[in-house]
């Protein structure tokens, strides 16, 4: 299935029936008053999070939703039937955005959570509806109120516990593929990787979900390469490993780069936590090895993993450390939803 995270589609809702203009005719009754009967509401837009989606592929090509109109009042005041709902289905993670791309209608996180984004119609009232002591015979109806019709944005953003970072052929992928049952596409050549991947990773009795990314280059927040369009799905990862490749001339500049794409891209992403390794090790010697890793050290301040998901070197090591930082932020995440304990009182 084909990855796609944006998509823009048209929606409307309903419109109201028409309320019904009628009187009762039957023998032997001369005067038998007003009986049109009012008109059906028109059919809402709704939007639900569901499970077993992870793109919105299937909206590239269906782009048009529209909810039923209510059905008109008819005479012996029946009314009109109402218009059935349009029920969009999106993954979890995905943002609802207005036509300027800039206004967050909603976002839908669980899955099962749905929301309405237009509002169908109010059917007209029936001239039995406008029957009063000194109207007796009233030959007027409401029109059905008209439907909403918008143009909205879907966003998809993934929802996944760590991410990797890195410039282009960084390890990212092969990291992935060797921790989990993710397939990515590996190759000895940069952006092997066009679109995020994503893989459960299990350490001991702890499940959680690795996001691959596609690989930064320098001037990315300006559009260069693949820009930062795929970095808003690591914007709710708890927390980012970040691989520099150890063939590279200098992993000083490498690591800087990144970073400097990350913080261009959004300040609050460049503050999320962070786990520098040194991928490849396995090409270099020991020596070369330290000497990388020092350089490492010095540019990003954090003492980095040695890495080789080809030998296997470091990789416990890395889980276990990605398996900790995750553990922290969802007791943070508890606690501040819990909120501060109460006052003891006596």
Same mark, same amino acid.
């Given at each position: 299935?084909?990855?796609?995270?944006?998509?823009?589609?048209?929606?409307?809702? =309903?419109?109201?029936?028409?309320? #019904?203009?009628? %009187?009762?005719?039957?023998?032997?009754?001369?005067?038998?008053?007003?009986?049109?009967?009012?008109?059906?509401?028109?059919?809402?837009?709704?939007?639900? #999070?569901?499970?077993?989606?992870?793109?919105?592929?299937?909206?590239?090509?269906?782009?048009?939703?529209?909810?039923?109109?209510? $059905?008109?009042?008819?005479?012996?005041?029946?009314?009109?039937?109402?218009?059935?709902?349009? +029920?969009?289905? +999106?993954?979890?993670?995905?943002?609802?955005?207005?036509?300027?791309?800039?206004?967050?209608?909603?976002?839908?996180? &669980?899955?099962? *959570?749905?929301?309405?984004?237009?509002?169908?119609?109010?059917?007209?009232?029936?001239?039995?509806?406008?029957?009063?002591?000194?109207? !007796?015979?009233?030959?007027?109806?409401?029109?059905?109120?008209?439907?909403? &019709?918008?143009?909205?944005? @879907?966003?998809?953003?993934? *929802?996944?516990?760590?991410? @990797?970072?890195? @410039?282009?052929?960084?390890?990212?992928?092969?990291?992935?593929?060797?921790?989990?049952?993710?397939?990515?596409?590996?190759?000895?050549?940069?952006?092997?990787?066009?679109?995020?991947?994503?893989? +459960?990773?299990?350490?001991?009795?702890?499940?959680?979900?690795?996001?691959? *990314?596609?690989?930064?280059?320098?001037?990315?927040?300006?559009?260069?390469?693949? =820009?930062?369009?795929?970095?808003?799905?690591?914007? !709710? #990862?708890?927390?980012?490993?970040?691989?520099?490749?150890?063939?590279?001339?200098?992993?000083? /500049?490498?690591?800087?780069?990144?970073?400097?794409?990350?913080?261009? %891209?959004?300040?609050?992403?460049? $503050?999320?936590?962070?786990?520098?390794?040194?991928?490849? #090790?396995?090409?270099?010697?020991?020596?070369?090895?330290?000497?990388?890793?020092?350089?490492?050290?010095?540019?990003?301040? $954090? $003492?980095?993993?040695?890495?080789?998901?080809?030998?296997?070197? =470091?990789?416990? &090591?890395?889980?276990?450390?990605?398996?900790? &930082?995750?553990?922290?932020?969802?007791?943070?995440?508890? /606690?501040?939803?819990?909120?501060?304990?109460?006052?003891?009182?006596?």
């Amino acid at each position: 299935m084909k990855f796609l995270d944006q998509a823009k589609i048209i929606i409307r809702s =309903g419109d109201g029936g028409n309320g #019904c203009v009628a %009187f009762r005719r039957e023998k032997y009754i001369e005067f038998g008053g007003p009986n049109g009967g009012n008109g059906g509401k028109g059919g809402d837009v709704w939007v639900q #999070c569901v499970d077993n989606l992870n793109t919105l592929i299937d909206y590239r090509y269906h782009q048009h939703f529209f909810a039923t109109n209510g $059905k008109p009042g008819m005479g012996q005041e029946r009314a009109g039937s109402d218009g059935d709902d349009m +029920v969009i289905k +999106v993954p979890p993670g995905t943002q609802i955005y207005a036509e300027d791309q800039d206004t967050l209608l909603v976002e839908l996180m &669980e899955v099962g *959570i749905r929301s309405r984004l237009a509002k169908g119609g109010n059917g007209g009232f029936g001239n039995a509806h406008f029957k009063t002591a000194t109207n !007796r015979a009233p030959r007027h109806a409401n029109p059905g109120q008209q439907g909403t &019709e918008m143009t909205i944005w @879907l966003r998809l953003k993934l *929802i996944a516990d760590a991410g @990797l970072v890195g @410039l282009p052929n960084a390890g990212k992928s092969t990291f992935l593929a060797a921790v989990s049952a993710a397939k990515p596409k590996i190759a000895a050549y940069p952006f092997t990787t066009l679109h995020p991947n994503l893989g +459960v990773v299990k350490v001991g009795e702890v499940d959680f979900v690795l996001a691959d *990314i596609p690989g930064l280059i320098e001037g990315a927040n300006e559009g260069a390469g693949l =820009g930062t369009r795929f970095l808003g799905h690591v914007e !709710r #990862c708890r927390v980012l490993l970040h691989l520099v490749d150890a063939t590279e001339d200098d992993v000083g /500049a490498a690591y800087k780069t990144v970073r400097a794409e990350l913080k261009a %891209f959004s300040p609050e992403l460049a $503050k999320r936590k962070e786990i520098v390794a040194l991928s490849k #090790c396995d090409a270099l010697t020991e020596d070369i090895i330290a000497e990388k890793a020092a350089a490492l050290q010095a540019a990003s301040r $954090k $003492k980095p993993l040695q890495l080789s998901a080809v030998s296997g070197l =470091g990789m416990k &090591e890395a889980l276990f450390a990605l398996t900790r &930082e995750i553990g922290k932020a969802q007791q943070v995440e508890k /606690a501040a939803e819990d909120g501060p304990p109460e006052p003891w009182k006596p």
